[in-house]
Nanobody
Framework: QLQLVQSGGDLVQPGGSLRLSCAVSGLTFAAVGVGWFRQAPGKARERISCISSGSKTNYEDSVKGRFVVTRDNAKDMVFLQMNNLKPEETAVYYC??????????????????WGQGTQVTVSS
């Protein structure tokens, strides 16, 4: 059973950077695809990025060029580096995971395991 533990949320000034971490356990990490989501107050949850088991990445248009998702298969972790953050990106950020075939080059469509969420606040 997949379990995810997140860390890294914080208060950051507009234009600042933050790195979120997602530690995955329970199954062979190399066969897991991971997505990053966020939910702002009063808004629907949205997927902002993902990385497949084959390390292919995908980004929502509003974060392209500013966010980078990576995975460390030796540490069973996925990271989301967020740069040039904007106040409207204040939200609870979640990682989610789904078992895939090894080397998959597309992100999961559904996710069955979720992290606990971490608050990111962008404010001066």
């Amino acid at each position: 059973q997949l379990q995810l533990v997140q860390s890294g949320g914080d208060l950051v000034q507009p234009g600042g950077s933050l790195r979120l971490s997602c530690a995955v356990s329970g199954l062979t990490f190399a066969a897991v695809g991971v997505g990053w989501f966020r939910q702002a107050p009063g808004k629907a949850r949205e997927r902002i990025s993902c990385i497949s088991s084959g390390s292919k990445t995908n980004y929502e248009d509003s974060v392209k060029g500013r966010f980078v998702v990576t995975r460390d298969n030796a540490k069973d972790m996925v990271f989301l580096q967020m740069n040039n953050l904007k106040p409207e990106e204040t939200a609870v950020y979640y990682c989610a995971a789904q078992l895939q075939l090894l080397g998959s080059e597309t992100c999961p469509v559904r996710y069955t395991a979720w992290g606990q969420g971490t608050q990111v606040t962008v404010s001066s």
